[in-house]
């Protein structure tokens, strides 16, 4: 006996009662596995979609921080160079006038402004940019103090060349620091 009416593709038989109950119970079966194949599909929909959304949120968030990073590191930068920019002007300006260097931009008992700048620099800012900062300051420094055996204007603007360089490779790059 044959569920679809013959075997062998005979069919002249008749379906009997037992075939059609078969039948029936078949029908119900496809029927109870087609709902179940619903409820995974549609928890396996959830879950892929939740999960394309935790991916997408969590890029988002990371290139959020990194545009706060560029903003904060570009603020503060751009502080520390109008800074020693003004000390380097000031600079030339005392040694046309008096013909010596300065020795100290700095009243007693007060903390250098690029000094202040350069540690808050440091907390933002990824490695190169800081080095970058930390050796023009310092040269700054020593230039502005008269030691021109160890810094000539000449060196202090090529460490300010260099302090620009690594501020736009920090900002032209995709990597976050």
Known sequence: MAWFGGVGGRASQATTGATASR??????????????????????????????AYLNGT???????????????????GELLQIVDA???YVHGYLEV?????????????????RKTLALLELYAPAPVTTAAREYVDLMD????GWTWEATGNDVRA???????????????DNPA
């Open 23 to 52: 039948w029936t119970a078949c029908l119900r079966q496809t029927v109870r596995m087609d709902a179940w194949i619903g409820v995974v599909g549609t928890l396996l929909g959830a879950v892929v979609g939740g999960g394309v």
């Open 59 to 77: 890029r988002d968030r990371k290139l959020e921080a990194r545009r706060d990073q560029e903003k904060r590191v570009t603020e503060v930068a």
């Open 87 to 89: 000390r380097e002007r």
């Open 98 to 114: 008096v013909g010596e260097f300065p020795h100290d931009g700095t009243p007693d008992g007060e903390e250098d402004p690029a």
């Open 142 to 145: 020593k230039w502005e103090a």
């Open 159 to 173: 460490a300010r060349e260099r302090y620009i360089s690594a501020l736009r490779a920090f900002i032209g790059s």
